[in-house]
């Protein structure tokens, strides 16, 4: 089962401290246990590239999980975003 991200984490947070908007969401998606699919983070049309921010936030989830980013500004659509994202 796929998984949506808060828009606490993605849209009022925009992504910053993202460590206990993650660790609430997989405590969570944990009782779905080996059924959990990817997360998605859909980002705010209005949010432009930061790819730091992008990787910190990805950092906070397991290894495990699947994150699949919906980015929807164009400045996400740089080669900087593709290598955080095959990281």
Same mark, same amino acid.
């Given at each position: 089962?796929?998984?949506?991200?808060?828009?606490?984490?993605?849209?009022?947070?925009?992504?910053?401290?993202?460590?206990?908007?993650?660790? !609430?969401?997989?405590?969570? +998606? *944990? @009782?779905?246990?080996?059924?959990?699919?990817?997360?998605?983070?859909? %980002?705010?049309?209005?949010?432009?590239?930061?790819?730091?921010?992008?990787?910190?936030?990805?950092?906070?989830?397991?290894?495990?999980? !699947?994150?699949?980013?919906? +980015? *929807? @500004?164009?400045?996400?659509?740089?080669?900087?975003?593709?290598?955080? %994202?095959?990281?």
């Amino acid at each position: 089962m796929a998984v949506k991200a808060s828009r606490y984490l993605t849209h009022i947070k925009r992504l910053r401290e993202p460590a206990e908007p993650v660790a !609430r969401l997989m405590e969570q +998606a *944990r @009782h779905l246990g080996d059924k959990l699919g990817p997360v998605l983070l859909q %980002l705010p049309p209005d949010m432009r590239a930061d790819t730091d921010l992008l990787a910190a936030t990805l950092d906070r989830f397991p290894a495990s999980v !699947r994150v699949a980013v919906e +980015a *929807r @500004h164009p400045s996400w659509f740089a080669d900087a975003t593709a290598r955080v %994202l095959s990281r």
